[in-house]
């Protein structure tokens, strides 16, 4: 944990949170400088803050995570996420929608793109007329506008575990402000 906050506030943060490693009383730049010194070392970094003087380590972290409600405009606009509350468990839920959102997205170009294919190669036999070819390709817009709708549906593998049962993936560092 890396906070400006004294040590015995960051200590019994860090003891409620199960966080073992914490480096209090830091300025921006010594919150910058741990940061860029883990990954150094190899290390894939989160940030998480919310002010102005986590700012430059969310820029820098590899992942950089501001908590918008309470947050600071600066530290927002420098986060690759921005989580519009203070509930640090809805950011395993906004990564799961991101890596829905992309798998929907490619499906839904692979969708647009058979069809375009299919089309043009039906225009070249000679079997698909304009009446013919402006239907199936107003189909295919309603295939990918209905696949991208279950974007709208709650994912099932949402979760609510706490964090110190969750698992990271193997290298991966996680600091908090």
């Known amino acids: 944990m890396l906070t ?8 019994a943060v860090g003891k409620a949170t199960g966080i073992d490693e914490i480096h209090a009383s830091l300025l921006p730049e010594d919150k ?22 986590d700012a430059p380590a969310l820029a820098t972290a590899n992942i950089g995570v501001a908590m918008g409600a309470a947050g600071s405009a600066v530290a927002v ?15 395993p839920e906004a990564i799961g929608l991101a890596k829905r959102t992309v798998s929907v997205m490619r499906q839904n170009i692979a969708i647009a793109l058979i069809t375009v294919v299919l089309l043009l190669a039906g225009v070249f036999a000679g079997g698909v007329t304009m009446s ?14 209905i696949n ?15 964090p110190a049962e969750r698992t990271t993936e193997k290298g991966a560092q996680q600091v908090t402000a």
């Open 4 to 11: 400006g906050d004294t040590r015995l506030v960051a200590e």
């Open 32 to 53: 910058l400088d741990v940061v860029a010194q883990l990954q150094r070392q190899g290390h894939t970094i989160a940030m998480v803050g919310d002010g102005v003087n």
């Open 77 to 91: 606009e420098t986060a690759d996420i921005a989580l519009m509350g203070d509930n640090l468990l809805k950011l």
């Open 132 to 145: 013919v070819g402006m239907l199936v390709h107003e189909a295919s817009v309603l295939v990918v506008i």
């Open 148 to 162: 991208a709708m279950r974007l709208l549906r709650k994912s099932r593998g949402s979760t609510t575990t706490p």
